[in-house]
C-alpha cells in the first residue's frame, strides 16, 4: 500500500492509498469520490507525464507520501455557438460599407476635385437620389436632349456606385457625360484639364438634372429638383427718379450672399444679395435710369443653397480673385425676416409650435401645461425622427408642404459645405463636408473621406488659407401641425 | 636664485652660478628683486633655508648633508599636506632640482643617496617632463620609507608613473617586482584613505586585482566593490568577468552575501551560487537568496549541500521555482485596489474622442475581436478575472464560450490562450480553467489551451511537471496549429530550464522531413528557449541541419527566421569564443539565410554586453545600401539595441546613432529602427524616444509606422503612461479605417495598461545589474516576429505575442515578515542616484516620496527603508525583500 497525497486545484486530499496490485483506474474512482470530477475527466499528472487507465504503478515509480496533481473539472465543455457569428470582414463588400456608415469618395481624375465636391454635396440629399432613381422608371422623356439624359443616368449611376462601394469609385463615365454636355469643363492647360468653378459645375449640373427630371406632365409643379431646391423671389423694382415701381417674380436655385466691407454674417450677406441696383431704361423717362430692386423670399424651399460670392473678375490682374473675408455662418439658420409678408404669415403657427416645444426640451413648461401637450411633444418627436423618411415620399410636395401635416418654419439646419481652399477660382482644391443622417460630419476630400468635429465646421468661414466655404446647404426644419 | 646678501651661505660661487642659469628668466635680477619685494618675511627666510640646505647638501661633510637632508624632507612634508596649490618648499627648490639631480648622480652608494633620491623624487612631481617617469625613478632608488608621507597627490603621480611604466616594462618583459612593492604600499595607502577607486584603478592598470582582498576592509569593501561593478560595464572582455570575479570574493570575505549572490548570478557561475548558500548559514537569508534567484528567472535546484534540513529546503525550492509569485502579485494588487477586472473598451476609451471614432459597427470584426482579446489578456494578466473570459457560463449562454467563438479560426487559439495569461503564475486556478477547453473538438481551441498552460507555468516550476504532462502528448498530433501550441508552450512554460527530456521530444521534429514549416519553426525557438545561454551543442547541431535542409522557396518564408533566432537564444550572451564555431558553419548556410543568421549569432551572442566593437560592426551593417531584398540588415538594427542595451551611457549613445540611422538608412532599416528603439527603452518611456516613436508612427511607409505603434506600447508596457496613452488614442481615431495599423494600436494600447500598471517587461532587475536572459529571449522573439509583422503577428500567428509573458514580472517591492507574510512598513521611493564613486555616504535616491509596502518601482526609482525597526536581508529593495526586527530599535 501507497500513500500519496493529491492536489487538486486549491485543496490537497492527504493520505490516499493506492494498492499497486490494482489497476490506476480504481485510484481515479476513489479521486471521483472525493472531487467529483469523471475519471475519464481526471489528468494525473506524475513526473512529467500524465497517469494511464491502464498503466503499471510498478513502472511509473510513485513513492510512498509523493505528491500527485489532478487536473480535471466536471465543468461542462465549450461549444461552439449554434448561430455561428459573422463577421465584418466575411461580408460583401457593400455590407461592409453600410457598417461604415458613410459612403466612399471619388477619385481625383486630374484637376476634378471641382466635381468630386459638387456630387458629394449633391448625393447628400436623398430626395434627389430617390428622385434619380424614378427617373429609371420613367424614362427618357422627348423634350431632353441625349446629353443631358446621359448625364442623368450617369449621376444616378454615381449616386449607386458610392452607396455600393468601400473604395474610392472613378467617376470617369460621369465625367465624360459631364464634359460632353457642357464643353467648356474639358478646357486645357499645359495639356491638363484645368480646375474648374464648382458653383458653374453645381449650378449646370442641377438645371440639367431638373430639365431631365421634369415629369412627362411637363406642369410647373412635377419639377423635382426645383421643389428640392427652388427659391420664388417677389421683387420690388423702385426708380427713385421716377417714383416708378414694379414688382416681379423669378425662380433660382440659390441665394447669393455678397461680401463687402459690412458683411460680416451670413445674414447681412444675403439681405445684401437681395438687395440690388440696376440700370434700365425707364418707360416714364424715357432713358435709362437707376433702379432699386429689392426682393423677398415668397416660397421656401426643402433645401436652401447659399452660395458666397467670393470670387469677382479684377480687371488690372485679368483673373478671377477671391475674397478671403471671413463669413460666419451658423449651423442653425433663420431666414424669416427675408420672407415675404405672405410667407411670414404662413410661417407664425409652425414656428410658435416649434418654439414651444423646444421650451419643453429645455424644461420651460408652455403656459397651457397640461398632459396632452406631453403627448404631442412625443407625437412631434417621433414623427420629427421621421422626417427624413416622410419627406422622401412626400417629396413632389415640394416646398408647399401646406397639405401635408408636416410645415415648414423658416429655420434651416446646415447639412453641406463646399469649401474652396486657394486664392482663385480656377486653382486650389474643393472639399466636401457633408452631415450624415447619423448626425456625423464627413469630410470628402477626394478619395478619402474622414470624420470631423461639428465645432470644425463653422471654423470654415474664411479668413485665411484654410478651407472655406464657397458653397453650403441648409435642409429645412418641419414641425407637424 | 638670485644671491641675495645670505649670512649662512656657504659653499663656492661655481655651484651658485650653475643654479642661477637653470632660471629661465632673461633678466634674473631685475625679476628676483621684484619677486623678493612680495615675498611676505616668512618665506624669504623658508626660501633662504632651503637655498641654504641645497648647498649643504652639496658638502662634502655627511653630517652636514645628512642634517640638510633632513631637514629639507621636513619642510617639504610640513607642507605637502594641502594641494591646492604648489606647496612653496617646491616652489623654492624647482630652480635646484637639475643641481640636486646632477649631485645625485655623482654620490656614492649610500643612504644619503637615498634620502637625497626621496626628495629628488617629490620634487619631480612638479618639474620631472612628460613621460620621463623620474618620480618613479627616484622612487625605486630611494629608502622605500612611508609613501603617504610625501602627501596624496604624491602618491597619486606614482601611481601614474607605475601605470606607464608598467606598460613599458610589459612590452619589454622586463621584471616588475620593484613596481609591485610599490603597488602593495600605493595601494594599501589609497584604501586607508578612502581612495578606492585610485586603489582599483591602479591594480587594473597593472592586472593584478588579487592584492585587493588584502586591502579591503569592513569600511571601504562595499565603495570598492560597487566600483569594480560598474568599471566592469565598461571593460572589454575577459577583464570584466575578472574585476567582478573579484568583487564577488570580497563580498564573500565580509559576508555580504546578497550582494554575492548578485555577482554570481551576473557571471552565470552556477559553482558561485551554490558557494553563496554554502557559506551563508542563516536560513531566513537563505529565503531572500532565493527570491533573487527566482526573479532572475532561471531554473536552480537546491541539493542536502546547500540546505541540510529536507523541510527547509522544500520551502526554499519552492520560492526558487516562485510559486508565491502569484500570491504576492495579488497581494499588491488588493493594495493598490485595482482588483477590478477591466474591459478593452475601459482601455480604449473611445468617449474622449469626441464623435471621431465609428459607432460600432453591427457585425463583430474578427481583427478587432482579436485585438481586444489581447488587450484584454495583457491588461488583466495575472489577476484571474477578467469580463470577457473567466466570466462563469452561468447558462447556456455562458460569456466564456461566447467570447471564445467571436474570434475567427486561429483567432480562437490566442483567445483560449489568453485564459493562461489571465491566470498567469496560477497554475492551480490556471490547469482548472482550461481544462475544458481540451475537451473541444475544434483544433484551434486546443491549440489555444495548451499555449494557455504552457502560459500559467511560465517561471513556474513544479514538481509534478504539470505542462510537460499535459503538453507532451500533443507535440505529435497530426493537426499542426495544435502541435505549434504545445511546443510553443513547453518552450514559454520551460524557458531557460535545459530539460533534456522535452530536447529529446523536440529535436526529432526539426529534423522531420515531413514536418511542416510553421512547426519546424516553432520548434527551433522553443528549443532556443528552453537552452537559452546554455550553448548546448546538439541543440545548435539539430537546428543547424534543419536550417540545412530547408528549401529555397522555404528559406523566402517568414517564419524560417525563427531557426537562427532559436539557434542565436543558445548563445544569448555568452559572446565570442561559445559562438565561434557555430558561427563558421552559417557561413555555409544558403546566401538567402546566412547573412541573417550572421546578424542573429552576433547580436544574440553579445547581448546586454555592451561591446562598443560589436556596436560598430553592426551600425556597419546598417550603413550599407543594398539592391537586393536582403532581410538581415533587421536583425543588425534590432542587434544594435541589443548589445548596447545594457548600461545607461551606451544607450543613450544607440539612440542617437538610431535617429541617424533612421535618416540614411534604406527603408528596410528604418523599419527595424522604432523597434530597436522600443528595446532599448523597454517599459521605460524615455520623452525623447516618445517623441521619435510618435513621429514615426504617422510615417508614410505603414510598416514604420506599425513598428513605432508596437514599439509605442514597448516603452510604455506597464507604465499606464497618460502621455502614450493619449497618443495611442489619437492614433487609433487616425487610423481607424486601417484595419492592421488599428490593430497594431489596440495592442499597444493593451501593452501600455499590462497588468493594469503593476507590471513591467524590462529583461534588467536588481539595479538594472542583472539582465534575465528569459526575459530578453522573450522580448527579442517577439521583436524579430516584428520585423515581419503583416506575415507573423498581422497573420495567423499573431500568438508569437504571447512570447512578452516571458518578460512579464510585477514592478514591486514587496515587504514580507520572517514568516513570509507580507507586512506594511514605510519606505521611501525616489530616482536612483549613481553614487559609485562619491566620498562619504550620500544619498542614494532623489526627490522621494514616502509609501508604505508594497509599493511600485517605475523604470530608475529605487527603495529605502524609511524605518529603523525592520532590516532588509538584501540591499537592493526589489521584489520581494524579507524584513528581520532591529534589535536595536527603540521606540520614539
Not at chain 2, 546538439?538 to 543547424?544: F, L, R, T
Request: aromatic share 6%; glycine share 6%; charged share 25%.
Amino acid at each position: 500500500m501507497l500513500t500519496v497525497s493529491v492536489k487538486w486545484q486549491k485543496k490537497v486530499f492527504e493520505g490516499i492509498e493506492i494498492d499497486p496490485t490494482l489497476p490506476p483506474y480504481v485510484f481515479k474512482a476513489q479521486l471521483y469520490d472525493l472531487t467529483g470530477v469523471p475519471p475519464e475527466r481526471q489528468k494525473i499528472m506524475v513526473k512529467g507525464g500524465l497517469l494511464k487507465d491502464d498503466a503499471d504503478w510498478s513502472a511509473i515509480g510513485v513513492k510512498d507520501g509523493q505528491k500527485l496533481m489532478m487536473m480535471g473539472t466536471a465543468d461542462e465543455i465549450v461549444k461552439a455557438p449554434e448561430k455561428a457569428i459573422v463577421f465584418a470582414e466575411d461580408l460583401p463588400e457593400e455590407e461592409q460599407a453600410t457598417h461604415l456608415g458613410y459612403s466612399a469618395g471619388l477619385v481625383n481624375l486630374g484637376n476634378t476635385c471641382y466635381m468630386n465636391s459638387t456630387v458629394q454635396c449633391l448625393k447628400s440629399v436623398p430626395e434627389l437620389k430617390s428622385a434619380l432613381s424614378n427617373y429609371a422608371l420613367t424614362g427618357r422623356s422627348n423634350d431632353v436632349d441625349q446629353t443631358s439624359h446621359m448625364l442623368t443616368v450617369a449621376t444616378r449611376e454615381l449616386f449607386g456606385d458610392l452607396d455600393r462601394s468601400v473604395n474610392a469609385v472613378s467617376p470617369t463615365q460621369f465625367w465624360m457625360t459631364l464634359r460632353k454636355k457642357f464643353p467648356q469643363f474639358s478646357q486645357l492647360q499645359n495639356g491638363m484639364h484645368m480646375q474648374q468653378d464648382a458653383e458653374e459645375c453645381w449650378t449646370q449640373l442641377l438645371y440639367t438634372l431638373s430639365q431631365s427630371l421634369k415629369a412627362p406632365t411637363s406642369s410647373e409643379d412635377s419639377d423635382a429638383v426645383k421643389a428640392l431646391f427652388g427659391v420664388n423671389l417677389r421683387s420690388r423694382v423702385h426708380c427713385q427718379e421716377s417714383g416708378e415701381e414694379s414688382s416681379e417674380t423669378e425662380s433660382v436655385y440659390s441665394l447669393k450672399c455678397h461680401i463687402s466691407h459690412e458683411v460680416n454674417h451670413l445674414h447681412e450677406g444675403l439681405k445684401h444679395g437681395l438687395k440690388g441696383e440696376l440700370e434700365k431704361t425707364s418707360p416714364a423717362l424715357g432713358r435709362t435710369a437707376l433702379y432699386l430692386k429689392e426682393s423677398l423670399i415668397d416660397s421656401l424651399p426643402r433645401y436652401l443653397t447659399v452660395q458666397f460670392v467670393r470670387f469677382f473678375w479684377k480687371r488690372e490682374t485679368n483673373q478671377k480673385a477671391k475674397i478671403l473675408r471671413k463669413v460666419d455662418y451658423p449651423l442653425e439658420l433663420d431666414i424669416f425676416d427675408l420672407c415675404s409678408e405672405e410667407l411670414r404669415k404662413k410661417l407664425e403657427a409652425p414656428r410658435q409650435k416649434l418654439r414651444d416645444e423646444e421650451g419643453k426640451k429645455l424644461g420651460l413648461q408652455p403656459k397651457s401645461s397640461s398632459k396632452d401637450s406631453d403627448v404631442k411633444m412625443t407625437d412631434a418627436e417621433a414623427s420629427s425622427k421621421e422626417s427624413g423618411e416622410s419627406s422622401t415620399v412626400t417629396q413632389q410636395e415640394g416646398g408647399s408642404s401646406e397639405k401635408g401635416t408636416l410645415h415648414m418654419t423658416g429655420i434651416y439646419d446646415l447639412v453641406s459645405v463646399l469649401t474652396h481652399k486657394g486664392r482663385s477660382a480656377d486653382s486650389g482644391h474643393y472639399v466636401a463636408w457633408v452631415k450624415q443622417e447619423s448626425g456625423k460630419w464627413i469630410q470628402y476630400d477626394d478619395s478619402h473621406p474622414s470624420l470631423q468635429r461639428e465645432e470644425d465646421i463653422t471654423k470654415l468661414s474664411g479668413g485665411g488659407d484654410w478651407h472655406m466655404a464657397y458653397i453650403i446647404m441648409y435642409k429645412a426644419r418641419f414641425v407637424s401641425m | 636664485m638670485a644671491p641675495g646678501p645670505d649670512p649662512n651661505s656657504v659653499g663656492d660661487g661655481a655651484k651658485r652660478d650653475e643654479a642661477t642659469i637653470k632660471v629661465p628668466s632673461k633678466d634674473p635680477k631685475k625679476k628676483d628683486d621684484k619677486k623678493e619685494e612680495d615675498l611676505s618675511e616668512e618665506d624669504l627666510q623658508l626660501k633662504q633655508n632651503l637655498e641654504l640646505y641645497v648647498e649643504r647638501v652639496q658638502d662634502p661633510n655627511p653630517e652636514l648633508q645628512k642634517a640638510a637632508l633632513e631637514s629639507m624632507r621636513q619642510e617639504i612634508r610640513a607642507s605637502t599636506s594641502s594641494m591646492t596649490s604648489v606647496p612653496k618648499p617646491l616652489k623654492f627648490l624647482r630652480p635646484h632640482y637639475g643641481t640636486l639631480k646632477e649631485f645625485h648622480k655623482n654620490m656614492a652608494e649610500s643612504d644619503l643617496k637615498k634620502l637625497l633620491a626621496d626628495i629628488l623624487s617629490v620634487l619631480a612631481l612638479t618639474m620631472s617632463a612628460e613621460g620621463q617617469r623620474e618620480s618613479l625613478g627616484y622612487r625605486l632608488t630611494g629608502s622605500e620609507g612611508d609613501i603617504g608621507s610625501w602627501g596624496h597627490e604624491y602618491v597619486r603621480n606614482l601611481a601614474g608613473e607605475i601605470a606607464e611604466e608598467y606598460t613599458v616594462r610589459q612590452g619589454e618583459e622586463a621584471s616588475i617586482e620593484d613596481l609591485m612593492d610599490l603597488v602593495q604600499q600605493i595601494v594599501a595607502f589609497h584604501m586607508k584613505h578612502n581612495a578606492e577607486t585610485e586603489a582599483v584603478d591602479l591594480l587594473m592598470d597593472v592586472e593584478d586585482l588579487d592584492l585587493l582582498l588584502e586591502h579591503v576592509d569592513r569600511t571601504n569593501f562595499r565603495r570598492t566593490c560597487n566600483y569594480l561593478t560598474s568599471a566592469a560595464k565598461y571593460l572589454p572582455g575577459p577583464d570584466d568577468m575578472l574585476v567582478l570575479d573579484i568583487a564577488y570574493m570580497i563580498y564573500i570575505k565580509f559576508e555580504e552575501y546578497p550582494n554575492a549572490l548578485q555577482i554570481a548570478l551576473f557571471l552565470d557561475n552556477m559553482q558561485y551560487v551554490k558557494q553563496v548558500f554554502t557559506s551563508c548559514t542563516d536560513l531566513l537569508r537563505k529565503k531572500q537568496f532565493c527570491y533573487m534567484i527566482s526573479r532572475h528567472g532561471i531554473t536552480f535546484e537546491l541539493d542536502p549541500e546547500m540546505v541540510e534540513n529536507d523541510v527547509d529546503r522544500e520551502m526554499l525550492q519552492d520560492i526558487v521555482n516562485n510559486t508565491k509569485l502569484s500570491e504576492g502579485y495579488l497581494t499588491l494588487a488588493r493594495d493598490i485596489e485595482v482588483m477590478e477586472a477591466k474591459t478593452p473598451e475601459d482601455i480604449y476609451k473611445a468617449h474622449l474622442l469626441d464623435g471621431r471614432a465609428s459607432s460600432g459597427p453591427s457585425a463583430d470584426s474578427a481583427r478587432q475581436n482579436l485585438a481586444a482579446t489581447f488587450v484584454n489578456a495583457f491588461v488583466n494578466a495575472g489577476f484571474g478575472q477578467d469580463k470577457l473570459m473567466t466570466v462563469p457560463s452561468d447558462s447556456t449562454s455562458g460569456s466564456a464560450g461566447n467570447w471564445l467563438f467571436k474570434n475567427k479560426e486561429h483567432g480562437k487559439t490566442s483567445a483560449a490562450a489568453s485564459l493562461g495569461m489571465i491566470l498567469l503564475w496560477d497554475v492551480d486556478a490556471g490547469l482548472t480553467h482550461l481544462d475544458k477547453y481540451f475537451h473541444s473538438n475544434d483544433n484551434p481551441i486546443i491549440a489555444g489551451a495548451l499555449l494557455g498552460v504552457g502560459i500559467v507555468n511560465c517561471g513556474i516550476k513544479n514538481d509534478c511537471d504539470p505542462a510537460l504532462a499535459l503538453l507532451g502528448e500533443y507535440i505529435d498530433k497530426e493537426d499542426s496549429s495544435v502541435r505549434i501550441g504545445a511546443i510553443m508552450g513547453l518552450g514559454i512554460a520551460y524557458a531557460g530550464s535545459q530539460n533534456d527530456q522535452i530536447r529529446s521530444s523536440l529535436s526529432p521534429i526539426l529534423n522531420d522531413a515531413k514536418a511542416p514549416l510553421d512547426v519546424i519553426a516553432f520548434a527551433a525557438l522553443s528549443l532556443g528557449m528552453i537552452y537559452v545561454g546554455s550553448c548546448n551543442e546538439e541543440v545548435a547541431q539539430s537546428i543547424i541541419f534543419a536550417l540545412m535542409d530547408r528549401s529555397e522557396a522555404e528559406l523566402g518564408e517568414a517564419l524560417t527566421r525563427f531557426l537562427p533566432l532559436g539557434l542565436g537564444l543558445l548563445y544569448l550572451g555568452k559572446q565570442q569564443e561559445s559562438v565561434e564555431a557555430t558561427a563558421e558553419v552559417s557561413k555555409t548556410f544558403n546566401e538567402k539565410i546566412r547573412k541573417y543568421c550572421d546578424m542573429t549569432l552576433l547580436s544574440c551572442a553579445y547581448a546586454g554586453t555592451g561591446n562598443v566593437l560589436k556596436v560598430q560592426d553592426l551600425l556597419a551593417q546598417c550603413g550599407e545600401h543594398l539592391e537586393k531584398g536582403d532581410i538581415h540588415q533587421g536583425p543588425a538594427v534590432l542587434g544594435l539595441a541589443m548589445v548596447a542595451m545594457s548600461e545607461e551611457l551606451g544607450l543613450d549613445m544607440a539612440i542617437r546613432s538610431l535617429e541617424r540611422v533612421l535618416q540614411y538608412g534604406e527603408q528596410n532599416v528604418r523599419r527595424a529602427v522604432p523597434l530597436a528603439l522600443g528595446l532599448l527603452c523597454i517599459s521605460n518611456p524615455k520623452v525623447t524616444v516618445m517623441d521619435t516613436l510618435s513621429r514615426l508612427s504617422h510615417d508614410t511607409d505603414s510598416e514604420v509606422a506599425m513598428s513605432a505603434i508596437v514599439s509605442l506600447g514597448l516603452i510604455g508596457a506597464g507604465t499606464n503612461n497618460a502621455r502614450i496613452a493619449g497618443m495611442l488614442r489619437n492614433l487609433s481615431s487616425y487610423y481607424y479605417k486601417d484595419a492592421s495599423l488599428l490593430f497594431c494600436v489596440r495592442i499597444a494600447q493593451g501593452l501600455v495598461h499590462m497588468g493594469k500598471g503593476l507590471l513591467t517587461l524590462s529583461p534588467f532587475h536588481s539595479e538594472r545589474l542583472l539582465l534575465s536572459p528569459t526575459a530578453l529571449a522573450g522580448i527579442v522573439t517577439l521583436l524579430h516576429a516584428c520585423l515581419d509583422m503583416k506575415s507573423i503577428i498581422l497573420g495567423k500567428y499573431h500568438y508569437v505575442l504571447y512570447f512578452l509573458v516571458l518578460a512579464m514580472q510585477p514592478r514591486m517591492m514587496l515587504t514580507v515578515d520572517e514568516n513570509l507574510k507580507p507586512i506594511s512598513v514605510p519606505v521611501r521611493v525616489g530616482q536612483a542616484v549613481d553614487v559609485v564613486g562619491q566620498a562619504g555616504r550620500p544619498k542614494t535616491i532623489t526627490g522621494f516620496q514616502t509609501h508604505s509596502t508594497p509599493v511600485l518601482l517605475a523604470a530608475g526609482e529605487r527603495a529605502e527603508l524609511a524605518t529603523d525597526k525592520y532590516i532588509p536581508l538584501s540591499p537592493i529593495l526589489e521584489g520581494f525583500i524579507i524584513l528581520k526586527e532591529n534589535p536595536d530599535y527603540r521606540e520614539e
